[in-house]
């Protein structure tokens, strides 16, 4: 499955929008309680654990996310959107919203050729300004307009 955190995938058209996916998952910081001898306390977890506990949750949504996809026949995830809300102490919601799409792969050829972008002035003799996909063209193609 491709997913993007843009409205396109590179190499690729977009043919049919199948609808919206999500994923959420709930994921606390690590609190243990303990009681030794009459002493209690907490045992709460390092920076490091909380850091990788907050990308499991994150990937854990994603993937939630690429489920729903995969059920509605998709083969790609356009504009993916993660957010990360603490709920209460320690405890955080990964949440990931995107559009499930099928896509078509575009001959090679059509790939290098440059997209016409219309201007918001249509009544312009310059309103369709080309954009190119090879990075190279791109930054001459930016230069020049």
């Known amino acids: 499955m491709r997913i993007s955190t843009t409205e396109t995938v590179a190499g690729r058209s977009v043919e049919e929008t199948?609808?919206?996916?999500?994923?959420s998952i709930l994921w606390s910081r690590r609190i243990m309680k303990f009681n030794h001898g009459g002493?209690?306390?907490?045992?709460?977890?390092?920076m490091d654990e909380m850091s990788e506990g907050l990308l499991l949750a994150k990937?854990?949504?994603e993937a939630k996310a690429m489920h729903q996809a995969r059920l509605l026949g998709a083969d790609a995830i356009?504009?993916?959107?993660l957010e990360l809300t603490e709920l209460s102490d320690g405890l955080y919601q990964a949440v990931a919203t995107g559009t499930a799409v099928s896509t078509q792969a575009l001959p090679k050829a059509i790939a290098a050729l440059p997209?016409?972008?219309l201007a918001e002035n249509d009544d312009d003799a310059f309103a369709s300004v080309p954009v190119f996909n090879k990075p190279a063209v791109r930054m001459l193609s930016s230069a020049v307009h």
Do not use: D, F, M, P
Not at 78 to 81: E, M, P, R
């Open 78 to 81: 356009i504009n993916l959107k």
């Open 59 to 61: 990937e854990g949504a």
């Open 18 to 23: 199948l609808g919206v996916v999500r994923g």
């Open 115 to 117: 997209v016409e972008v």
């Open 39 to 46: 002493l209690r306390g907490l045992s709460y977890t390092s």
